[in-house]
Nanobody
């Protein structure tokens, strides 16, 4: 059974930093990543990373957020800096596992990030 557990969200002032962590278990995972969803908005990709370390970032976080992973621990991190009020959202971890010709996606329960003074 696959489990995906996020941690590290919270309240931070504008310009501050937070580090999100996501531990996954139960499979070997190819791509791991983070999405976010603000109230009334669609869920959007923030960043992703392959098992080989190739990264992909949304334009709105380039230069501010860094995604990394520890394959031995099946853990993905999102280091967020220079946070802005518009970064306020629920952040979701997603991990993908390849089985033959199909790719399964597993989502965490989400962690709230609030950027406010």
């Amino acid at each position: 059974q696959v489990q995906v557990v996020e941690s590290g969200g919270g309240l931070v002032q504008p310009g501050g930093s937070l580090r999100l962590s996501c531990v996954a278990s139960g499979r070997i995972f190819s791509t791991m990543g983070w999405y976010r969803q603000a109230p009334g908005e669609q869920r959007e990709l923030v960043a992703s990373i392959t098992s080989g370390g190739r990264t992909n970032y949304a334009d709105f976080v380039k230069g501010r957020f860094t995604i990394s992973r520890d394959n031995a621990k099946n853990t993905v991190y999102l280091q967020m800096t220079i946070l802005k009020p518009e970064d306020t959202a629920v952040y979701y971890c997603v991990v993908r596992s390849v089985r033959g010709l199909t790719t399964d996606a597993y989502w965490g329960q989400g962690t709230q990030v609030t950027v406010s003074s």
